[in-house]
């Protein structure tokens, strides 16, 4: 998917430049709202599509973080959930393994069922592998 995003991305700035450098006219712009009324600036077309391009951009991005902040949020809070539950879950398993050490023993081996009531006997198995 980043190989694809990456072409796709290389492919629209190729686009954006070569508009850019095609467009190499003067243009006058007026900074009336920031400045006075008779504040002029003499900059390439070029430079104007440029930083428009990339403040659009940047402007977009913010609109699309500020719309996944609640999906956002709901996930930390989700996290925080589990993490609580899997902790509380931990803590039962060293409880359960502590309940079944003391089940078993200090240390000696729990008792087999049927103990060694269907053992072969090891004469017998010895002839059964000679044969």
């Known amino acids: 998917m980043n190989l694809i995003r990456m072409v796709v991305l290389i492919f629209v700035l190729l686009v954006l430049l070569v508009f850019c450098f095609n467009n190499n006219d003067l243009v006058t712009l007026n900074l009336w709202p920031f400045f006075g009324e008779d504040d ?15 403040f659009s951009f940047i402007f977009g991005m913010f609109f699309v973080w500020v719309s ?3 999906a956002l949020r709901s996930q930390k809070y989700q996290n925080k959930k589990l993490i609580k539950a899997n902790s509380k879950m931990a803590a039962q398993v ?11 023993g200090d240390g000696e081996e729990p008792k087999k069922p049927f103990g060694g009531l269907f053992k072969k006997n090891k004469k017998t198995a010895e002839k059964t592998v000679e044969e």
Request: glycine content about 0%.
């Open 68 to 70: 996944y902040a609640p």
């Open 40 to 54: 002029v600036v003499e900059v390439t077309l070029s430079v104007v599509i440029f930083f428009l391009s990339a």
């Open 94 to 104: 060293v409880d359960l393994k502590e309940d079944l050490n003391t089940l078993k």
